[in-house]
Structure formats: C-alpha cells, structure tokens
C-alpha cells in the first residue's frame, strides 16, 4: 500500500517526491542521531572502574564542530529543500498548465459545496450558469481554476487525490488550480474544522473525457440555476 | 521555623505565600486536567475507532442519554477542549507553575519568589480559571467547539454559535492568561534580581535558562493572543465583528484572517513556551546522569536564546493555505526553516554530554532520553510544515496532529515525568518506587510513539484533522484499521498511567525517606534538606561554580563524591574558574543585582511590556482593520472632540500631580504626598465620568459596536483604556488609604514609584488613542 491516496493529477507527485526527499533527509540524520545515542548509552553506562571524562565542551574544537555542524544542517537540510521546494511550488502553483481552462467557482457553506460554472456565455452571476452542489465534473487533461469564497465560516477546499487544498474564506475570494490525469470519482474533503457537520461534507469530484464532460454541462444547462450566490470572476490569478 | 507553627492550617497549605506550597498546588492542578485532557482524547480515539457505536464504560457515564454514542454535536467539544485543557491547563501549570516555581528560588539560592503575595493570586487565579473551564462542561449546549486554535468566525458568530461554552473557554483562558503573566514577572524578576551572591547567570541551572526564557515569551507574546479573544468576545456579545466578514458580517470591514495573525503571533512561540523548559531540565539531567558536566552550556543558552528570538516571526507557517500572499509564504518558510540550526546545536550538546560519561538510568534519566528520542522525531517533522509546497497536502491532516504530538505531547508528558519523578524527594521527602517508575516509563514511551507514529502515517493518507468519522471519506476507507488499532492502544496507555497514580500516591505515604541530595546533583536545591525548610536556606548560600561540576578530577580521592556542590568554597581549589568569595557578600541579600532599580520597580516593568504589548495587539488590529475599510467616517464628525479634548487635558493634568506626589515623597512629605493621590484620583474619577457622558452620548446617535467598525474600534480602545484607568484608580485610593498607616515616604516609596510609571502608561496610551481615533 502506498502511502499517499491515489494521485490523479499532473503534477501530484512533485509533492510526493519532494516528501520522500525530506523524508530522506530528516529520516538519517533521526538514524545518526539514535544510533549515536544507543551506542553512548551502550558504551558509557555506568559499570564498576568507570570514569566520566570530565570536560564543558566549550573548548575551542567543540565550537568548530558546533558550527560545521550548524552549516551543516543548514545547507545540507534546510537550503537543500527550500531549493526543491521552489521548483515543486513552480509546478504545483506558480504556472498554470497549458490548454485551454475551466473556470470554477466554489461557494462552501455549513455543510455542503455550492459549485457554480460560466455556462455558455463564459460569465459567472449571469443567467445561463450552471450550478451544483457537491459534485463537481471536470475533464481530463485540461487545467481547470477554482475561485473560492466562504459563505459562513472559513472551509477548506482539499483534493487528497491531488495534493493540493486552499481555504475558503468569507470575505476575501482565494484560488487554486489543478489538471486531472485519471478518470474516476475522488472526493473532495473540507480539512478546516467548520462545525459539527465538518466530517460529513464531502463533495464527489467526477473526471471524465471531454465528451462526457460536455454531455454533462448540457444536461445540467437545463436545470435552472441557483441565483443567491454567484460573483463575478475578477481579480483572480489566471 | 517558630513562625510557621503558628500560622493556621489554610495558611500554610491552602493560601500559602511559599513557593514550594504553591509549586504543589500548581503540580496538583496540572495533573488533574492531564487526566481530564487524557480521557477527553481516549474518548476521541474510541469514536474514530468505532464511529457512532456506543462508548464502554465511559458512555454510560458521560453520553447515557445517547444511549452511550458520542453524538456529532459533542464530537468537536471533545477535540477544542482536550487541546485547550492540556496546553493551558496541564502543562502550562506543571511545567511553567509547578516546575518554575519549585525550582527557581530554590535553584538560584532565594528565600523565595520576588512577590510572594502575587505569587499566591496567580495560582488562585488559575484555579478560578480551572474552575470556569469545568463549569463550562456542564452549561446548556455544552462546552466550547470551535476548536481550541478558535479559528473566526466560527468562534466569533453568534449566529453560528450561540453557544455559552466559547464564552466561558475565553473567560477561562483569560483568569489562566492572568496567572501565568503574573507568574512570568515573578519568574523573571526574582531571576534578575534574587540570585545568592556569587549566582552569576551563567551559574544557573538550564532549566532555570529555559523558564526564563519561557517567561519572556509570555510577557511579550500573551497579551497578544488576550487581546484577540477579547475582540472575539466584543464580536459575540456585542456584536463588534471585527473578525467576521460576508454574508454574516453585522457592517463591512471585518477581517477574518486578522485573528490567526494574532493566534500564532502568540500561538508559536507558545509551543517554544512549554518546550524551552523541558530543554533545559534535559540538559541538566543528562549532566547529572552522567556525571559530566552539561557538554556547551554557553551554546546551549545562546540557541535557546535564538530560538526565543525566532518564535516571534515564523507565525506564517500556519497560514500558508489561508490565502496569504506566496511570497511573505517563502519569507516564513525560510525563517522557520532556520528554527532547525540552534535545534541542532542542542542534540550535539545532549550527545556530546552523554559522550564518554558514567550513564545511569535511573527513571529520570530514562524520562530524559524519552524526551531527546520523541522531540527528535518532533522537531525532524517539523520540517515537512516548512516546506509550503508540502504543507500545503499535510496542513489540517494528522500529519500535523502527529507532529504536535511527538513535539508538544510526548516530550512534554514525558518531560514532565522527567520533571515530576527527579524532583519528587525534594518536594515531599519521599522516594518513588524504581521499579513502578521503570515499567511506568516503558508502557509510556512505547505506547505515546505508537500511537503519534500511527496518527502521523493517517496523515499521509490524507486524514483530516478533527472530522468524527473517517468512514465517511472514499480515500480513507483503507486506512480506517489504523484507527481502529489507535483506538486499542490508547486504551492501554490511558489504563498504564495508573501505574504513576499508585506509584505517586503510596510513595507519598510510604516511600522511603528521601535523602537531601539522593541524585548527586551539585545545584542549590540539593544542598538543603527534603523537603526545604521553610525559607529555603538557613544561611543565605555563596555560590563558587557552575551548576553541572560532575566528574572533577582528582576531587573524588580527597572529598569521597565526584561533584562539587555549587556553595562548596573548594571550588576555589580545584577548578580554575572557581572564585573567591565576591566581596558583595556583605551587601544586603537583595541588592545583589542591578542594584540602580528595586525590585518592585522592575516588577513594574515587566508587568508594562506586557500592558504595551497588550495595546499592540489591540491598536495594531485598529490600524488594518481601518486600512482596510471602504468607509471610515470622518472622526470629527462623528466625536465630541471638544469633551474628549477636555478629558485629555485632565488626565495630562493628573500625571502632573503624579509626578508632584512622588517629588513629595522625596522631600519626605506625607502629607503633602496625601494631597496629591487624592487629587490624582479625583481628576481620574472625572475623566471616567466624562468618558461615560461621551458613551452615552454616542450611543444614542447610534455609533454602536454593531453599527459600524468605527464604533466597534471607538469603544475597544476606549473601553480597554477605561477599565485601566479605573484599576489605576482604585490603586490610587488604595494608596491613599495605606497611607494613612504605612511610612511611603521613608520604607515603601518604591510603591508610589511604580503605581507612578502605571498611571504615567496609562496615560501615554491615552494621547496615543485619542490621536490616532479622534484626530487623524
């Protein structure tokens, strides 16, 4: 068994890698740091003719070897994943993949997900919108960005299935974007404590081919949308 | 010791002014809550195990109207107040009140805290704050639920949550905030100022290093965090909003981010808090177990000075899903990735003192090693929040619960066992059974790392923090057995701490004598007997050395120990850093060190950066809530300037007749000093009324908290600077009524002094508010 859900997006195991490099990292120096500790446990327990070596450590080589030690962990650590992490953040947030997107707007309130998209006009609060709720369609392969906003108290949009989440908050609007790999139903969590209902709001997010999707949209075209929410698309990053 | 004979049973135990009392109420407090915090997390772990199934045992007793299911209402109460109860009211108390207050005097060679009296109310504060918080269990509707980082508005809505439960949290955290500021001036004043001739600071112990540091953080970071809930209660009660926005906004302007800047500004340095005294008790048990001396105590003291400093401006790394800007992101992602370099420089040092030593593993020391093994895996994974890119998958997962865990709960559960059973013979002159303690340690580090270890592999998979029921997710349906296996055991690690329980109660009764220094250890404290006398030390002790003089060479042929104590005079021999008895000797006891300020005074300081810090928060929030306002009416418009002008020129007045009692008090004036504390508590009774015509007035033209951020920003500042000049009022009467009897211009007059620098604050602030609110 993996130990991540299943990744279903382009760019997911970026996020994956560069955990299995901090693992690395952190993993042998937790490693050097216990079997040094066993070992001096082992080799410096008291026992009968044992005599503790008596010093401060605050000798000239001891503060040579703090400070290596300190760059070491600096460079070789820290430097080491902020570096990584840059590229994996290029990817992940930085550039929006090529195609042509879908936009999305996501209006979480207690419990549930209101999901709003342009219609045939390709804009948002008009007449022609498409709204659902809880279930969110999307095709394969084409980068879709979701605009946020909270209608009561801050929820957090999450795709475990594609590392990424952002929070919703009332007031402000906040975005992110994705491109589904796989086709399937994954869900869509909210990951910010929002009441006693948190744990069931859950939203199914149904990737499809292209031609599904569109069959979709029409279909939902004929329902007559939800006017209470809605804003217009602006101010965010495309 | 005559004198305590005849003090009365509640006055020795009950409303005691000595530390060591107190440091035993503390102790006694923080681990009753760890039993309450405990059972609320097992109860956690039994509905995520088994969602909606009835609870055994503990269902018939909490929920049996539910026939024993945990219903999802409760589900969040339980979560918000197991945080809320362990942080504030489990280990704050035993690491910062109990082990802070048993050890400092005692360790620094003082008769006891700087403000005996004030130390005493801290605790009691505390208690009526323990006492709000288990009341609030029992209020219709329930306890809190918002979860204990009480993230807006879902804390701050009445409409969303009507429930009395978040009231009563606040009110609770507010009594404990209290106790523990109060504390931290004494922590910090009675270090300063109470040492024993010859405690330079870099003769005390690190775990004093690490309270004191501690109580800085407090100082600076708390009021913080105090001001925010109190803008949370504005918003519920009188319905300000200043953290609520959309749809259930009261006017437009709120900001709802603005209270997690204000959370984590105090929220972590809070975890360094808990944790830097841990730190220091590690680096002197490992000095001690080992008989060597602590390996780089001066880097040890300078890292946790540094990561003092840092804790202050990594507060980011909780936010970076919030929607903050990517770049401030990567400015808090690289700060808290430095975070890593002095914590490296202390686990060199823990392994460079344990490097050839003579290791014994008594249960302290095995508690010690638990902490360095726990805090390593803690402070390691700690680095996968840094990296945003990362952070941004594992945030609000059990990742991060796993994480906190291994740093907050396993090293500071097994640090405070570390605390409790090396300290356990001083305190009550008994010895603990070895051999309960041993298995007590095994069951407890074994089971606390199974049980983060396991929460942490759920976050990987996803696993959001807080939800009732995982069952409910698609993607966590394979990794719901982990939970059931949690579940399991956290049972036995729940039903292992009653080894402790036996173990501490019939040693207590039963145990063997306790000698005065059973470990060998070479501090202050281990030089009287178990348990102190009354006032410590019979003679004020001299101090020669360092506090970690294990294993000094050739010591042992001629004395028979391996250590040397820190009063020993033959220090002077044996060591080259020893030094001869510091002529300050014949100084009185208390004006050792800074002799320039008294110790109220610097009390008083403290106790004013806290009050600046206070008002930071609060005029900090004012400014961004106002710049970022669409329409903020023009003041003059709006206020009576005129009155409000008036009222600055009485309370600029009153500083002066202040300023005239103290010159009284110099002159040795009684009378005249008489005079002026009247009249400076008149003229401040007269800006109080005028404030209250000022309010009355605006209310009725309708600027009220819920009318608008401006009004919601008036009363806040106004009314917090209001109630300060009323309590620097009901000082000034006091001191008015003293001294008719006390002599404050010969014997007390540090105490005008200082009630001077408060109502000189106060009245700062004032010019500052009314600036800054009526004129620009």
Known sequence: MSLFPEDASAVGHEVDKLFYLALGLTGVTFLLVVAILVIFLIRYRAKAGRKAYYTHGSSRKAFLFTALLALTVFFAIDVNLAIHDHFAWEKTWGRLPNGNPILIEVMPQQFAWNIRYPGADGKFKTEDDITSVNQMHVPLNRPVIIALQSKDVIHSFFLPNFRIKQDAVPGMVTSLFFMATKQGAYDIACAEHCGLGHYRMRGILTVETEESFQKWMTEQSTKIPDTSWGWKWGNVKT | ?776
């Open chain 2, 1 to 776: 010791m005559m004198e305590s004979r005849k003090k009365s049973w509640i006055r020795r135990y009950l409303f005691s002014t000595d530390h060591k009392v107190i440091a035993i109420q503390y102790l006694i407090t923080g681990l009753l809550f760890l039993a309450v915090g405990g059972i609320l997390a097992y109860l956690m772990r039994l509905q995520l195990a088994h969602p909606w199934q009835p609870i055994p045992f503990f269902g018939n007793l909490f929920f049996k109207e539910t026939g024993g299911i945990i219903m999802p209402e409760i589900y969040p109460k339980l979560f918000t107040m197991h945080g809320g109860i362990m942080v504030f009211f489990a280990v704050t108390p035993i690491l910062l009140g109990a082990l802070g207050n048993y050890t400092i005097p005692l360790e620094i060679g003082a008769r006891d805290m700087a403000f005996p009296r004030l130390n005493m109310i801290s605790y009691w504060a505390l208690f009526l704050g323990c006492i709000v918080i288990l009341v609030s269990f029992f209020v219709p509707s329930g306890a809190a639920d918002a979860g204990w980082t009480l993230y807006t508005p879902l804390s701050s809505s009445l409409k969303i949550n009507p429930n009395w439960g978040i009231d009563l949290f606040i009110l609770g955290l507010a009594l404990d905030a209290v106790s523990i500021l109060a504390g931290g001036i004494n922590y910090i004043v009675t270090i300063v100022k109470l040492r024993a001739p010859g405690m330079k600071l870099t003769r005390m112990p690190l775990t004093t290093w690490g309270l004191l540091f501690s109580a800085i953080l407090n100082t600076l970071w708390l009021p913080l965090v105090a001001a925010a809930l109190f803008m949370i209660l504005a918003d519920r009660r009188l319905g300000a909003g200043f953290f609520v926005a959309g749809p259930l906004a009261p006017h437009e302007g709120g900001q709802v981010l603005l209270f997690q800047h204000l959370f984590w500004g105090f929220g972590h340095p809070e975890v360094y808090i808990l944790i830097l005294p841990v730190w220091g008790l590690v680096g002197d048990l490992l000095s001690i177990f080992s008989r060597k001396p602590a390996f780089g105590y001066l880097a040890t003291v300078i890292s946790m000075a540094i990561i003092t400093l840092l804790s202050g401006i990594v507060w980011g790394h909780h936010m970076f899903t919030s929607g903050m800007n990517p770049i401030v992101g990567k400015v808090f992602m690289l700060l808290t990735i430095t975070v890593s370099v002095p914590t490296a420089v202390f686990f060199f040092n823990w392994l460079g003192t344990l490097w050839r030593g003579r290791i014994s593993f008594d249960v302290p020391m095995l508690f010690t090693l638990g902490v360095v093994f726990v805090f390593a895996i803690g402070g390691l994974t700690g680095l996968f929040f840094a990296v945003q890119t990362l952070d941004i998958y594992f945030h609000d997962t059990y990742f991060v619960v796993g994480h906190f865990h291994f740093t907050l709960a396993a090293s500071l559960f097994l640090g405070l066992f570390a605390f409790v059973t090396f300290w356990f013979p001083k305190m009550f002159g008994r010895e603990l059974n070895p051999t309960l303690g041993k298995i007590h340690f095994w069951a407890s580090f074994i089971l606390v790392n199974i049980i983060f270890f396991s929460m942490m592999y759920v976050g990987l998979h996803g696993h959001m923090r807080r939800i009732a029921d995982a069952t409910a997710y698609e993607f966590l349906k394979p990794i719901q057995p982990v939970n059931i296996w949690m579940g399991k055991v956290t049972g036995i690690l729940v039903l292992s701490q009653l080894l402790f329980v036996a173990n501490f109660f019939f040693s207590l009764f039963f145990g063997k004598k306790a000698e005065a220094n059973p470990w060998q250890a070479a501090s202050l404290a281990w030089t009287v007997s178990s348990p102190p006398p009354e006032h410590n030390f019979e003679k004020d002790p001299v101090v020669y050395c360092g506090p970690h003089e294990y294993g000094v060479e050739g010591l042992e042929l001629k004395t028979g120990k391996d250590f040397l104590s820190q009063d020993d005079p033959l220090a002077i021999t044996f060591l080259r850093n020893g030094e001869r008895k510091a002529q300050s000797q014949d100084l009185s006891f208390k004006e050792q060190n800074l002799p320039w300020i008294s110790i109220t005074k610097l009390g008083m300081w403290v106790f004013l950066i806290s009050e600046i810090m206070l008002f930071t928060g609060l005029i900090g929030s004012y400014i961004v809530l106002r710049l970022g306002s669409h329409v903020w009416p023009n003041p003059a418009s709006v206020l009576n300037n005129a009155v409000l002008g008036i009222n600055t020129f009485i309370l600029i007045c009153s500083s002066l007749t202040f300023a005239l009692g103290i010159h009284a008090v110099k002159e040795g004036k009684q009378k005249e000093l008489r005079r002026f504390l009247l009249i400076t508590a008149l003229l401040g009774l007269a800006f109080i009324t005028i404030k209250l015509f000022d309010y009355h007035h605006l209310w009725h033209e309708g600027v009220t908290p819920a009318a608008s951020l401006f009004g919601a920003c008036y009363y806040l500042l106004t009314g917090f600077h209001g109630l300060h000049v009323f309590s620097g009022v009901v000082v000034l009467l006091y001191l008015w009524f003293a001294s008719r009897k006390l002599e404050f211009c010969t014997v007390h007059g540090e105490r005008i002094e200082a009630s001077g620098l408060y109502w000189h604050f106060i009245d700062i602030v004032w010019v500052i508010l009314f600036a800054i609110l009526c004129l620009v």
